[in-house]
Structure formats: C-alpha cells, structure tokens
C-alpha cells in the first residue's frame, strides 16, 4: 500500500520530465503548484511527531494531489507531444530543477510514514490516496 502510494507521488512528479513544451505560463503554474505540495509534505512529515500527525499529512497531501492531477493531465492532453521530451525547457528549468532536488528530501521524510504504517489512521489515511 505505501509503495503503491510512493510510486503514485513519484509517477506525479517524474511525469513531469514529460510536461515540458506548449503554454510555458500554464505549466509553470502547475509546477509550482507541484513544488509547493512536495515541500509541504516534506516539512509535515519532517514536523509529525504523532501517527496522527503522520495521518492528516498524507490526507492533506492526497487532497492537492487530486486537485492537481486534472490539472496534469489537461496539459498533456493539450499537448501530447510533450509527454516523450526529455529535457524542461529554459523557461521551466529551474522550477524542474528545484523539484529533481528535493526527491531525496521527499524520500527521507516519507520514511517517517514507515514507521506510524501500523496505525489505523495511517492506514486508513494511505487507503484514502487510492
């Protein structure tokens, strides 16, 4: 469950290696967007002290990523052609940049979920990300 829920945050965020052509504004915004939801959960994960805690963190994260999962896939779906590009261009580089660099960040803190995984709010709130 938590490695299905991993592989979801880390399919968001490495789809966007291939979101990187057409409206550079609209994409910006939705990367921004991404990088904020990413930090956001590092820092309340990083600062969870109770499963609790633990529990409303990835209710909270499972929230803005269903609000910007459409917001995704609208941009691929409007340009199609983005989705085999391998490299951001100028104009987003340093937003894609920002976010290559906190994937270790990210993958530390979600280690805090591993050790509250046993708690029923934690389960419960893994199961709400499906």
């Known amino acids: 469950m938590v490695k299905k829920s991993i592989a979801v945050l880390m399919l968001v965020f490495l789809s966007i290696a291939g979101v990187f052509a057409g409206d550079y504004d609209e994409l910006r915004e ?64 340093d937003i894609a940049a920002e976010l290559e660099a906190l994937d270790e960040k990210l993958a530390t803190s979600m280690m805090k979920i591993y050790s509250y995984y046993e708690d029923p709010a934690v389960q419960e709130a893994m199961e709400s990300l499906q």
């Open 30 to 93: 939705v990367m921004e967007e991404i990088l904020e939801v990413q930090q956001d959960l590092i820092d309340g994960l990083d600062g969870a002290e109770t499963a609790e805690e633990v529990a409303s963190v990835i209710v909270i994260w499972g929230e803005a990523l269903n609000e910007i999962g459409p917001k995704m896939t609208a941009i691929e779906e409007k340009y199609p052609e983005i989705v085999d590009m391998q490299e951001p261009p100028e104009e987003v580089a």
